[in-house]
């Protein structure tokens, strides 16, 4: 029997636009719950708009609890220095609010950071202040703050029953004090912990005695939140009835177009489930004349995809085809206004992936294959602010090189004869499956479908997502710990899904190049250091490099042909530009490492106020081999369109950053001021709170745009590892062979002796040519 709700959530949903305390309370419980299912990007959306909500409040104590989340995201991602920061403008105001429970906490997680930055001695005395304070903790709240971060601890280690235990007796503390706040966020732990574990009842209850708590205080943000909460256990548990119900309760009241948006996308979605395919139909055909009526050119192309969607689920494979085709055109509509300011690539992405799945539905894998290869071809350019050559001049964009065009079959078979390698190119299709593509170097292509839900599982996952947001922490590379136990099996793992069902396509020969061509999350596999049942590193069989499409080998190929220069340019912790008012901290390791590399190249390195861009940029058109040994900034620090910095050396009025826009511009300079260098080398770790990946994505391209034909970056970096051992090795390694994929790949196996921990040698990529 269907369930109603009672009317007065009904009167709640009605009312008029929460306070922004609640929006802001509400906003940072909602990025800690991201943060504890691995949903970093997602966090920092909700975190940030928390933060400006407190800010504009002038809640001190919000803002604390909000920048240290942020913190802790940021220290999660290997961001050590930028965590930091955040952790020390967390520590202020908890310090000048007297939160002492607070003010524990983040001396603790300053001292963990700390120790990833080298300086231990800082660490030990943040540490010590931390267990003197703590002693002075004694009453209730204090108590349950400690418990529920215990708690959560033991929920991000899958200690379910430990997790419930916790935050049950946080629960209890919460309810005899009568704190409220701390009540519903029990409440909410204890509701995650339980659907996680498939236990759908409990878990709808404790999340009852939230929406509870939200009608007596007419907290309508709550209200929609734990609804939204409900109905997703409803459709997780099968119970299609009544999670439909909720969803179309919510949709009859929601007056704010985003949210509306969601809640129909999700109303179709478990339509779809429940495979009522003619009501998820009528429900996104309304949607589609709504924005047609509206001249609503974004939401008409979602609509487009959401139809595509549901005709695919229910096997009417040319009507999703025809709708993805509309889809597309409604992109390029947006794409040539001049006006638009609306970002639709995660929609055009989406568009793809799904015309790929109906292709792959209709045995056209090859015809797949080109539309997976112009869904990356559109991402680069979306990122880099540019238009094809063959598109309309009155969009406003840069022209791209010449060479970049969304190619065909024959085209893409091409490249891989030129190469002489053999190309993997992976899709993830809704996290439940994975198509891959091998290119032999006769040309020859192969299609391979993996079904993600059938894989034999050697260790607990609920997506390939989570498997590589584990990995790094596995690893030990993002927190202080030391690797866990299991850290082969995560890789196994992924091995397993990535490598295993193509292993038979892959040379037999290690010197022979492997060229990978990962998208969105996979681009973080450390395809390096994924290990078989035999304990065989993927390094020790294949020699690697990556790429972000395939399409991009030609213009690496022929900036490989137009490189020059002789001399060698070093940089090492320069002195740090400031990031949102907030300098940089030094970098003493990456300064050793500078020095070493430049003694071996007998030149000289430019480290502290010696490497500023007046000193640096009129050395880089002379240079064959650029090594940077600091940040790379993955935001948009300078607002200039496309994501990513170099940290140099801030003197005076010079800001220190060399953003991935100037390096792109570097190409419309004369001949004798362009970049021709072989190889730039980023051998430190990134900071910034920007799109994940995009940082370093959008720094590499703009590299290869302006002529560098190679890019080494690094995926991680950590005060203990060897990286000075490891990158002088392999300059070693590339003064006997000019092959840098070989020379990498040596370094590697080489650095592997000393150090076997794959944190040590595995975080390093070479993008481009491995010649």
Do not use: C
Not at 251 to 275: C, D, F, H
Not at 375 to 400: C, D, F, H
Not at 598 to 624: I, Q, R, W
Not at 694 to 704: P, V
């Amino acid at each position: 029997m269907l369930k109603k709700l009672p009317n007065i959530f009904l009167a709640i949903l009605l009312t008029a636009a929460p306070a922004s305390q609640y929006r802001a309370d509400l906003l940072l419980r909602l990025g800690n719950r991201q943060i504890n299912n691995g949903q970093l990007t997602a966090a920092l959306v909700s975190l940030k708009e928390s933060l400006k909500l407190y800010q504009e409040l002038g809640d001190r104590t919000g803002q604390a609890n909000t920048l240290l989340s942020l913190g802790e995201i940021h220290f999660t991602l290997g961001k050590y220095q930028t965590a930091i920061n955040f952790y020390q403008q967390s520590l202020n105001f908890m310090q000048n609010t007297g939160d002492q429970p607070g003010t524990v906490q983040v001396l603790e997680h300053l001292s963990n950071a700390y120790i990833y930055t080298g300086d231990e001695k800082l660490a030990q005395e943040l540490r010590e202040k931390a267990t003197a304070l703590r002693k002075e903790i004694g009453n209730p709240p204090r108590e349950a703050s400690f418990l529920g971060n215990v708690g959560v601890g033991h929920e991000k280690l899958k200690e379910y029953e430990s997790a419930i235990a916790f935050h049950t007796q946080q629960l209890a503390i919460a309810q005899d004090t009568k704190n409220r706040q701390l009540e519903i966020y029990s409440l909410q732990n204890l509701a995650a912990v339980n659907r996680e574990l498939k236990q759908y009842q409990p878990a709808i209850n404790f999340y009852q005695q939230v929406l509870a708590i939200a009608t007596q205080s007419s907290d309508i943000a709550l209200t929609n939140i734990t609804l939204k909460q409900i109905a997703k256990t409803y459709e997780t548990q099968g119970n299609f009835e009544q999670a439909i119900a909720l969803y179309q309760q919510q949709l009859e009241t929601s007056k704010i177009p985003s949210q509306k948006a969601e809640l129909i996308k999700q109303l179709g979605r478990v339509y779809t489930s429940a495979k009522q395919y003619d009501q998820a139909l009528a429900l996104y055909q309304q949607q589609l004349d709504n924005a047609k009526t509206n001249k609503d050119i974004y939401t008409q192309g979602v609509a487009f995809n959401n139809l595509a969607f549901v005709l695919l689920k229910s096997g009417k494979i040319n009507e999703a085809q025809t709708n993805l085709q509309a889809s597309i055109k409604t992109w390029e509509t947006l794409r040539s206004n001049l006006s638009n300011t609306i970002d639709y690539s995660t929609e055009q992405t989406n568009t793809y992936n799904l015309l790929e799945q109906v292709l792959v539905s209709q045995n056209q894998p090859e015809a797949a294959l080109e539309v997976a290869e112009q869904s990356s071809i559109m991402k680069i350019l979306n990122l880099m602010g540019m238009r094809l050559a063959t598109e309309s001049a009155g969009s406003g964009l840069k022209a791209a090189p010449k060479e970049i065009i969304v190619p065909t079959i024959t085209q893409i078979q091409t490249i891989a004869k030129q190469q002489k390698a053999t190309i993997v190119r992976y899709s993830l299709i809704e996290d439940s499956e994975i198509y891959i593509w091998v290119m032999q170097p006769t040309g020859k292509i192969t299609f391979r479908k993996v079904d993600i839900t059938s894989q034999k599982k050697i260790i607990p996952f609920n997506s390939v997502v989570e498997l590589i947001h584990q990995t790094p922490i596995a690893l030990g590379v993002k927190t202080p710990q030391t690797p866990t136990a299991n850290y082969k099996n995560i890789l196994l793992q992924l091995n397993q899904i990535l490598i295993k069902p193509i292993a038979d396509l892959l040379p037999s020969n290690p010197t022979e190049q492997v060229i990978f061509i990962p998208q969105n999350e996979l681009l973080f596999v450390p395809f390096p250091a994924l290990v078989d049942i035999y304990d065989k590193y993927l390094i020790e069989k294949h020699t690697i490099t990556t790429i972000p499409s395939i399409q991009l080998l030609k213009l690496t190929r022929e900036k490989r042909n137009n490189t020059g220069g002789s001399k060698v340019v070093v940089v090492g912790n320069p002195t740090m530009p400031k990031i949102e008012k907030q300098s940089l901290p030094q970098l003493i390791n990456a300064e050793q490492e500078a020095l070493e590399i430049a003694d071996f190249f007998k030149t000289n390195a430019l480290v502290g106020n010696k490497a500023t861009k007046a000193d640096v940029l009129p050395l880089l058109p002379k240079a064959k081999t650029i090594h940077l040994a600091t940040y790379a900034v993955i935001d948009d620090t300078k607002r200039q369109g496309i994501p990513g910095a170099i940290a140099l050396a801030s003197i005076a009025d010079n800001n220190g950053l060399l953003t991935a826009s100037e390096i792109l511009n570097l190409y419309t300079q004369p001949k004798g001021a362009r970049l021709k260098a072989r190889l730039v080398f980023l051998s430190a770790g990134e900071t910034g709170s920007g799109s994940i990946g995009n940082g370093m994505l959008g720094l590499s391209l703009a590299l290869i745009n302006a002529g560098v034909p190679s890019v080494i970056i690094s995926q991680w970096a950590a005060p203990d590892t060897p990286t000075n051992v490891f990158t002088t090795e392999f300059y070693r390694q590339l003064k006997q062979n000019p092959h840098k994929a070989q020379a990498l790949r040596q370094a590697m196996l080489t650095t592997k002796k000393q150090h076997p921990h794959p944190k040590d040698w595995a975080g390093f990529t070479l993008i481009g040519e491995a010649r």
